[in-house]
């Protein structure tokens, strides 16, 4: 290389060996390769030389270039190192500093009840379907012989999204999602949060959990309903529970009743749990209203079909002893924890 050009590389060999910080790199690396540097003026001043010395000098000015970018960059690299190596020293982790340990979580009662229950019916051959939370006003009330204006309404009063779509007030709609989707022979379950407005207290809350059960065949009659239901409530609660069945409405089952156990703590003479009265209302069903089984596309001469809807919450409370219906929301472990 030319003697000149070699004393450039010399000089600034020595000046980066000097710098410390990206910022002096930054100007130093200006005075060799920015647009006013050393090396920019030697090549303006290729122009007045003839060609042959162009031809010379224009490699060695690049072989200069490409020495003094390579100065630079690993002069930068060697900045990058030490500014991350003194960041590791200073934020070292000491990992035998021993820890809290955060609580482990625990099942919900709910959950736990609604699993079991899902087992239950599992074996016995009922298909298990997802349903949403959010529902449109059709398959929560119209589909199920509830038109607008129905008094109906107003005893499952709810949270409307806009004038189509509401928080479902019951897991009933899933009859109806069910039965439009597939033919008979129907055997199936859904669970899940309803939704109804609702003051809180102490057996009452706004959200509340709900298994619906469905079964559409031939000769599906209502002494099959009540022989399910009394199954399903000695699985739960104990051999030794009766089911009492009392005649009841609901617009989309045709006859309806509602079912009640024989209360687990008092065997029915009448504790406090009970309120006195030696039962705990449970359940609505019924069977399936010939107009709903229509209007989801099935011929109501072949086929019957029954239908009820448990409260999950209420027999959570039963089946645990809980008596105030918000301590299974407050969230608290240390409560949870005890429900296995
Ligand atoms: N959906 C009714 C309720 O939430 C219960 C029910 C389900 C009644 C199925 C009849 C048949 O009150």
Redesign the pocket.
């Known amino acids: 290389m030319d003697k000149q050009l070699q004393e450039i590389l010399n000089e600034a060999e020595v000046k980066v060996k000097q710098i410390k910080d990206k910022q002096t790199l930054i100007q130093v690396s200006a005075l060799f390769l920015g647009k006013n540097g050393a090396l920019s003026g030697l090549m303006k001043n290729l122009k007045n030389l003839s060609n042959e010395e162009k031809r010379v000098l224009g490699e060695q000015l690049n072989t200069l270039r490409d020495s003094l970018n390579k100065l630079f960059k690993d002069k930068e690299n060697e900045i990058d190192d030490a500014i991350l190596n003194e960041k590791l020293s200073k934020e070292k982790v000491d990992v035998t500093i021993p820890v809290t340990p955060s609580p482990y979580g625990t099942m919900h009662p709910i959950e736990i009840l609604k699993k079991d229950l899902i087992d239950y019916f599992i074996e016995r051959g009922f298909e298990l379907k997802d349903g949403t939370d959010i529902e449109t006003d059709y398959y929560c009330f119209e589909a ?1 012989n509830v038109p607008k204006e129905h008094p109906a309404r107003e ?2 009063d709810t949270f409307y999204i806009d004038n189509e779509t509401v928080l479902r ?4 709609a899933m ?1 109806v999602r069910t039965m439009e989707s597939q033919q008979p022979p129907i055997k199936m379950i859904s669970t899940g949060n ?1 939704y109804r407005i609702d003051e809180v207290d102490a057996t009452h809350s706004p959200i509340f959990g ?1 298994l ?3 079964v559409v065949d031939k000769n599906v009659t209502l002494a099959d309903l009540i022989g399910t239901l009394e199954g399903v409530v000695k699985y739960l609660l104990g051999e030794k529970t009766e089911l009492r069945v009392r005649p ?1 409405y ?1 617009p ?2 045709e006859p ?2 509602e079912a009640d156990a024989t209360c687990p703590k008092c065997g029915g003479k009448g504790c406090a749990l009970c309120k006195e009265t030696g039962y705990i209302e449970l ?4 069977m ?1 209203h010939p107009r709903v089984l229509e209007m989801s596309g099935i011929d109501s001469n072949i086929y019957k079909g ?4 448990i ?1 999950l919450d209420r027999l959570a409370m039963i089946k645990y002893g809980v008596s105030d219906l918000r301590d299974l929301y407050e969230n608290d472990i240390n409560l949870l924890k005890q429900f296995k």
Do not use: K
């Open positions: 199920l005893m499952q007030t019951h897991t009933s009859q309803a709900q619906e059960i469905l009841s609901f989309f089952t309806s009743i359940l609505g069903a019924g399936v029954f239908a009820a809807g409260g």
